[in-house]
């Protein structure tokens, strides 16, 4: 499936790449450097509009770029794309063009139903936009998984396959999926470990630390700061590197307390979240609270920005300056005592 053994099905095809921000990005110009055909698509004159005109990307109106387009990948964040959807594309993709999208939200849960005249594909980097166009300068990609929801050309596999290759995931590996377990998986994943679960499991940590008499430095290390050096080993190897890695003592205290903390009631209750999101729950809360101007989602949002641990957190971070975008200006800065 690479890129460099076989001719890309979308060789002598139009893209079309709606949208300029991480994903955005990086899709364009590695489909660009693959030798595809690409326009993107954004409202004029927006700061995106520019980078992607400094990128020598040629940029057009969203309406624009889709007519005449023969895949149209759609890279906006989802609340915006029901949108888009109805204003500039369904009025102007062609009839056996592709659609495609890096996640399946809208098209799972009804927010957007595709004309039936149209491939409707998927294609999702398991990364970030910027990792996913630092590799494929390196000359390897990032793995993505890939889904055909709706088959009109007969040639929607093809066409997705050829994408992920254009993007760099050829060169890694890619997954076949659907839509629903796409999106039912990603939404899980973020909601129960990745961002939800992670987090206040940090905060829980902190606060425990805290409210037994440690000072809130030390607390912010042990629970927040080393993190990373433990989620580096998952990614790099699994549990086997990070039981490799740590010592004996902490090998026993992670058998012997981690059930303890993360128990069948969690697990419970993580099967609480996946019912909300398999039946849709999720889907309409979240849409609802969008469209009435996200006012809980701003309040816990500020909740968790004016938590302490976010204070101490600032002030040790600004101590660290290999944390910091210019190293040198950071360990040039001068430094505040903390407590």
């Known amino acids: 499936m690479s890129t460099d053994s076989h001719p890309n099905p979308l060789a002598k095809a139009r893209i079309a790449v709606l949208g300029y921000g991480s994903q955005g ?14 326009v993107v698509g954004l409202r004029p ?13 040629q940029v057009v109106e969203p309406a624009e770029a889709v007519r005449g387009a023969d895949l149209v990948a759609v890279l906006t964040p989802d609340m915006v794309q029901p949108t888009l959807y109805k204003e500039s594309i369904e009025p102007n993709i062609k009839p056996g063009a592709a659609l495609l999208f ?18 409707v594909i998927l294609v999702a980097p398991k990364g970030p936009g910027a990792l996913v166009r630092s590799e494929y300068e390196r000359g390897r990609g990032v793995p993505c998984i890939w889904a055909v929801h ?18 760099g995931g050829g060169r890694a590996m890619i997954i076949k999926t659907d839509f629903k377990e796409e999106t039912e998986t990603d ?27 440690y000072q809130p430095e030390i607390a912010y290390y042990e629970v927040m700061h080393e993190l990373k050096l433990i989620v ?43 019912r909300d999101i398999q039946d849709g729950t999720f889907a309409r809360n979240w849409t609802a609270e969008y469209k009435a101007g996200l006012p809980n989602y701003k309040r816990l949002k500020q909740t ?7 204070q101490v957190g600032a002030k040790l971070r600004a101590r660290m300056p290999w944390l910091q975008p210019n190293p040198a200006e950071a360990a040039a800065a001068p430094l505040k005592k903390v407590g």
Request: net charge negative.
């Open 25 to 38: 990005r990086a899709h364009a110009l590695n489909l660009r450097d693959s030798g595809l055909d690409v």
């Open 45 to 57: 004159n927006g700061p995106t509009w520019h980078k992607a005109l400094a990128d020598g990307l």
């Open 102 to 119: 890096a996640h399946g939200f809208n098209v799972h849960f009804g927010q957007i139903v595709p004309r039936a005249d149209i491939d």
């Open 150 to 167: 709706q088959d009109v050309s007969g040639q929607a596999e093809a066409k997705t396959k050829g994408y992920a290759d254009g993007i």
């Open 187 to 213: 939404l899980f994943g973020e909601q129960a470990v990745l961002c939800g679960g992670a987090s206040e499991l940090v905060i829980a940590g902190f606060e425990t630390l805290v409210e037994a008499g």
């Open 232 to 274: 580096d080993l998952f990614y790099e190897g699994g549990l086997t590197k990070m039981l490799q890695f740590v010592s004996e003592t902490a090998q026993y205290g992670d058998y012997v307390s981690g059930p303890r903390v993360i128990d069948a009631g969690v697990k419970a209750r993580m099967k609480d979240v996946l």
């Open 304 to 310: 968790d920005l004016d938590h302490p641990i976010e």
